[in-house]
């Protein structure tokens, strides 16, 4: 069949794919839409591509298609390897068929190589906002087993890239930002903990050098995918540079008898000129999922922080108490509710509501909570199990583990295998039987471990794939039969941060440590990809417990408030003062979500790494809340100016703390109140546009404090 070039254009983005002689389209270009240009420029922009034969090259050059391989000359990390009866397979793919998705939506390919025994459909797509996605399936169409070692997804980087960002981290620290040069070879970001990991790239992003949040080209990808993985970049000496990602794949973990398939999941990429264009693609299109939570984010308290694993009855009940009391509208009682569980060193598994702790069932507490108006949100960590718990004494064999022992442990635990049917039957009868009995409108699901020697007990096959695809569809199977669940996803924190579990849960636990300093850095990087109404953003106690930092309440309660807000503090000893300036961020919190979780999220891009900015517009563009903060002193003094990006630029705005603020002791003056004095204690109103590029002189802060200012639009 004759196969077109095909232009798919969306949502500002522009895809062009064109048919190759060796194999799937060649990736021509993505990047801005191209506009309403001809099949025939089309063509032409195509052809303008290919590169020159050359000396000591390959006589036909090689490109970056849909899925490079050696048969079309590639020799970079190649689209797919596999093997059939012990010898690696060299596939040349013919496209047998291309289907275009209504409104430039997408296309999916299908292509086959008879002689090999494989086919193939490459799904393309273009979303509203403009991500390309990508997703492929791979049938063995062959008479005997074929073993699939690795299929990856690519993304072509466009000429200016030169700059790598991605994020690191570590338990209490997820999604630390580090940059580096592009230079030839790969950059690979590779995760093996059978869950991305507290380390894990939520985004790798290459752009212009210096690329910032509102300026630069830049382009990335994210894989939706809660198991091993690795996203890389590359950059071949003898071609172009580009982005791949795709599942790790241990050696005889996805076997395909005839006729089975495997699937890919799927690889997302976006681009824009800044993060903050990048980012607002991947928010859009998660806003406009059927599944995406749509009434408020109702202001959390979680138990963790505030009393561990002393769950006495009538300490959670005055708890609950001044919860409501404050504006909280869910309470959510964490570890340590079920059979045995009496500190973090047993009973994972035995998922009974204690009868000693708890002799009437959690009736008394539930019935509490909801009578004071909240919901009632229950802590399970279903994928573990404790070796000292009932559960691992009458199914050992239930444990992910390689044959005859158990894998090191991690928190003194082990993972249970959910691509063991009996496995998973026992964790959904469980958990479904406790949904069934109870009020319970939220669940936090768990998951403290990395995974090791991740092998079915019984067939001594690595299982992180199957595990992962058991793990989603408990997940869905749960949802089905509790429509009106919500379910958070926690990892030690932020250790499972991807699209796949996203697609399944309404919020991610963003990080075990809530010291708003190194909060701001997280939840800044996790806002790459994820919007602020999916992270959970809790208000601390004054003395953080993972870095043992003091902070003010203003600046614990004001750097949480534009998340999924809650709080995480034994509140019940308040001062009547603290009290009242907790319940004042909370009814600012309560008045302003609307708009911080349908708007547009923006950072500044400031020269003084002390100094931070950040802000959400609302949709209309009449609305900002921004959050001055100084992390450390500033090198300036006083500061310097503020430019506020992504405010309607023609928009007349008139400026204001949108709390009573912390001011600099030193000076006596609550912060903005001299500009302010200077207008004869009018507040300012500026344009968008001015605000965008004069801005206005920054407040003197003390270091690690924070001022939230709103922005309104008036007629002038
Ligand atoms: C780790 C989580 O991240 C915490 O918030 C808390 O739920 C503990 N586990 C409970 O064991």
Redesign the pocket.
Known sequence: MTIETVHLSRGGTSVVLEPHPYGLPALAYWGPDLGDIGDREVRSLAVAQHPQRVSGGIDVPARLTLLPLESAGWQGTPGLAGDRAGAHLYPRFTVVAMNRLAESAGVVIEARDDDVGLALSAHVGLTASGLLTQRLVLTNTGDDEYEVRALNLFFPLQHTAAEVLDTTGRHLRERSPQRHALTAGTYTRTSRRGRPGADATVLLAVGTPGFGFEHGRVQGVHLAWSGNQQVLVEKIPAGSSFLAAGEVLSAREMVLAPGESYSTPEAIGSWGDGLNELSGRFHRHLRSRATHPQRPRPVTL?T??AVYFDLDLPRLLALADRAAALGVERFVL???WFRGRRD?TSSLGDWYVDETVWPEGLAPIIEHVRGLGMEFGL?F?PEMVNPDSDLARAHPEWILQPEGRLPLPGRQQQVLNLGNPDAYGYILERLDDILSANDIAYV?W?H?RDLLEAADAGTGHAAVHRHVVGLYRLLDELRRRHPHLEIES????GARVDLGILARTDRI?TS?CIDPIERLVNQKYTSLVVPPELLGMHVGGPVSHSTGRAHSLPFRAGTAVFGHYGI?WDISGLTEGEYAVLGRYVDLHRSWRADLHRGAVVHADLVDPAMDLRGIVSEDGRRALFGYSLTASSASYPPGPLAFPGLDPEALYEIRPAVPAEGHPGNGQSPLAWLQSALDGSPLRLPGKVLAQAGLQAPVLLPEQTLLIELRAVES
Not at 490 to 493: F, L, T
Request: net charge negative.
């Open positions: 979680n963790w922080e964490d570890d340590g973090d802590w960590e936090k768990d403290n926690c990892a030690s924190g636990w075990d995480e």
